[in-house]
């Protein structure tokens, strides 16, 4: 199975530094440009499906990605943003370091979604597509923390703890090919 992992255009809280979490925000007029580059740069690759996380980022940059290959798109909630609880909306500037200490320890007690909750709902995600798309080419775009973990787990089954916690996001309209 061959899987092309696309972390989302940039949006305009992207670009204010403000913490999105699940918010619907929207491209920017510079993300929607990143987006098309991408699309221009795979539109020969024969995506079988598109697989995306429902909020309005990630939509906006599926709709453009598909554009050349009219594939059949899945919303998928396992590959939804981070819940970043009490700080989504929030400026990454204006946080204090006790508030920043808690978003990098993914503590429950703000509304914050767990390192393990995280990777729990991509692996579950990953087997899906192993006993369902084994044969397919397919397209996820999601954010961040998502694409980091689907690139971490690749041919493996599981990560270690400190591979949780040290992950590396993508760049804003990233794409990277995965053989799983």
Known sequence: MEIYVMRHGRTVWNEKHICQGRSQNRLSK???LQVEEQALKYKDVNFDIIFTSPLMRTMQTTNIMNKYHKAK???DERIIEVNQGIFTGKQKGKLTDEQKFAINQSKKDNGIETYEEVYKRTIDFINYLRQNYNDKKILVVTHGMISSYIEKIGNRTSLEQNELTNYSTFDNAEI?????
């Open 176 to 180: 990277k090919k995965i053989t799983i």
């Open 30 to 32: 510079t993300g929607k």
């Open 73 to 75: 798109v899945i919303r």
